[in-house]
């Protein structure tokens, strides 16, 4: 390109003028670093911050109150420097106006006043000396717009009730008082329930040394229910009432004593050996069978009375093995469900569970809380390939849009907020579909469950070299290498929450084969891949997400000339004539993941229109 002479210079001037400028600011700015205390304002998240930068180690401080409207005034003495007169004008709440002048009355001290703004009332400052500035905080308060933590979204929540361990219900209105030091708790408890209607059983611990627990009480007119509730509690036994009988002893809901259901619960979504797991953590005592393999090896040899070892080497092993069913048990040590039996089947993928009717309730319910289904995405996927001839619209490697969000890789920018049709670059994709020459590579819908991956593969097989070996029989023999050419895309769906946002990761990889010539009499092309993994992302149902990069560039130049007179030194260019072509191949993947509404059981959705034959 010929800038013409006039126009040159007058560049180089006015880039002399700016350098000069420059220069001369940052002089004046070094000359004020250096000429006293400098003021800055911070709007650090918690406490705006003034900074007094320069005030030398020996500088003492004192704040108070400026006409009591939340306005502060704080002197500094001990300076080293003057002070040269600074006001900033902040006009953000809490404060308007910062000023730190000098004491025209006394050298080497200074006065910082920060006036608080129409209707703000500034707190308490705190003031930290850190021996070469100053720092004058007010909690509580910030300047600017501050980085804001996510909103919280909505969890699902399920509340399975649960009765309480040792709370026995005792209805009635009698109040009981009663003392008793160290006492057998059997004791205790057959005197509380004596003339108050109520039968009373205690089942004996037979176990080695037995357990006799004893407590120390001092009830006054205290209620029936809390008086047995507290003394079940400080004793560490368990009952429970059968009609009016109170029931009491030690692991007695471990023990075959109470009326008990059976139950047997079919899984849908989860397996029923995970199911088991669940409720064992919970208390509930469950049964596993299984199967266990014995080995055993045993020797015979030819001559009963060899005893050397030449002789036992004759000898001959036969091995056999035994396999036998085994039970076993784990969980029902602590936890709600204490007290429940249970075992699985595999093959119906069944949970039966064995217990009083209260704790199998409450087992069914946890049971229907993990059967749930997990949340299922359909992710749309539009792959197009978007031919740029003669065009430089699209100048980056990689792009990607969010809602109002757009980040190019290649330039280096993000866009946040409003789309702008005239910047914006879904609106240069746009255009670029309207102006170009766009083809549809494929438009795949793949359904994918929470904690899932699914994948897409539009490759074709070429062969990137020949290798020839010959036998040493003289057969020359030739093998093909090859390698997949094409697009490949996956899809990984970690999470869909409960407020319509799905986390996926998209990995895009192109491979682009170029042909580099013929070898042995066949085509060979080298492998241009370009992948991209875009981490987790998070997308609301029904949001869109743009993936864009160049897959070819390419710049062909043509010149024509004349034979000898083109090559003339400078006539020769009357005699050549040249022209300049350039492709771009864009490839562009749209990405829209959309919620599948299945929670609807099949029992109550509408019956399908009955179809009426046409005779």
């Known amino acids: ?10 560049i180089r001037s006015f880039c002399a003028v700016a350098l ?10 070094e000359a004020g670093a250096g000429g006293g205390p400098s003021l800055q304002v911070r709007g650090g998240p918690g406490a705006a911050t003034l900074v007094v930068k320069g005030i030398g180690p020996q500088v003492r401080s004192r704040v108070r109150s400026v006409d009591g409207g939340g306005s502060w005034r704080i002197t500094l003495t001990g300076l080293e420097q003057a002070i040269r007169t600074q006001r900033l004008h902040v006009d953000q709440a809490p404060m308007t106006r910062v000023h730190l002048v000098a004491d025209p009355q006394q050298e080497g001290v200074g006065q910082l006043t920060v006036e608080a703004a129409s209707g703000q009332v500034l707190p308490t400052p705190r003031l930290i000396n850190t021996g070469d500035r100053l720092m004058v905080q007010f909690p509580g308060t910030a300047l600017g717009d501050q980085a804001a933590a996510p909103p919280l979204g909505a969890m699902a929540v399920d509340h399975v009730p649960l009765p309480g361990p040792a709370f026995i219900p005792l209805p009635g209105s009698q109040s009981v008082t009663l003392t008793a030091r160290d006492a057998r708790a059997q004791d205790v408890l057959m005197g509380l329930l004596h003339g108050t209607g109520y039968n009373f059983t205690f089942l004996e611990d037979h176990r080695e040394p037995p357990l006799e627990p004893r407590v120390t ?9 809390k008086a047995v509730h507290f003394v ?3 004793s560490g036994l368990e009952g429970y009432l059968e009609g009016r009988t109170l029931v009491v002893g030690a692991g007695l809901l471990d023990r075959n004593l109470r009326a008990k259901v059976s139950r047997v619960i079919r899984l849908n979504q989860v397996d029923a050996a995970g199911a088991a797991g669940f409720l064992a953590n919970l208390g509930a005592t469950m049964t596993v069978t299984h199967s266990v393999t014995t080995t055993a090896t045993e020797s015979f040899g030819t001559d009963p009375d060899a005893s050397t070892v030449a002789d036992a080497g004759h000898q001959s092993q036969v091995a056999s093995t035994t396999v036998t069913a085994a039970v076993s048990e784990f969980g029902g040590q602590q936890g709600p469900l204490r007290g429940l039996r249970g075992a699985t089947d595999e093959r119906l993928n069944t949970v039966t569970l064995v217990g009083p009717a209260a704790l199998v309730d409450i087992a069914q319910n946890y049971l229907r809380q993990m059967d749930r289904r997990k949340r299922q995405v359909a992710v749309k996927v539009r792959i197009m390939n978007v031919d ?5 619209t699209f100048d980056h490697s990689f792009s990607a849009r969010i809602g109002n969000t757009f980040l190019a890789g290649g330039s280096s920018s993000i866009k946040l907020g409003p789309r702008d049709a005239s910047d914006s670059f879904y609106a240069q994709l746009e255009a670029a579909i309207v102006s170009s020459d766009v083809n549809v590579l494929a438009e795949p819908t793949l359904l994918v469950q929470e904690g899932e991956s699914a994948s897409i593969n539009t ?3 070429v062969i990137t070299g020949n290798t020839t070996t010959t036998t040493p029989s003289g057969v020359t023999q030739t093998s093909q290498e090859r390698e997949q050419a094409g697009l490949s895309l996956k899809v990984d769906v970690s999470k869909i929450d409960d407020n319509g946002f799905i986390s996926l990761k998209v990995r895009p990889k192109v491979s682009v084969p170029a042909p580099v010539g013929i070898q042995d009499g066949v085509p060979i092309f080298n492998i241009t891949e370009r992948a991209l993994s875009s981490g987790s992302v998070r997308l609301r149902d029904g949001q869109t997400l743009i993936l864009s990069g160049v897959i070819q560039d390419s710049d062909r130049q043509q010149v024509t000339k004349l034979p000898l007179l083109g090559d003339l030194p400078l006539l020769g260019k ?3 004539g040249s022209s300049t072509m350039r492709d771009k191949t864009e490839l562009i993947i749209l990405v829209t993941p959309s919620l599948v509404q299945d929670d609807q059981p ?11 034959p046409d005779w």
């Open 574 to 576: 009357l005699f050549r």
């Open 232 to 234: 079940l509690l400080s």
């Open 602 to 612: 099949l029992a109550s959705q509408p019956p399908s229109p009955a179809t009426v």
């Open 20 to 29: 000069a400028c420059t220069v001369a600011a940052a002089a004046a700015e």
């Open 388 to 392: 740029l001839n003669q065009s430089e």
């Open 459 to 461: 490759t074709t097989s």
């Open 1 to 10: 390109m010929n800038i013409p002479a006039n126009t040159l210079a007058g």
């Open 217 to 225: 009480v001092d009830f006054r007119d205290e209620s029936l229910e």
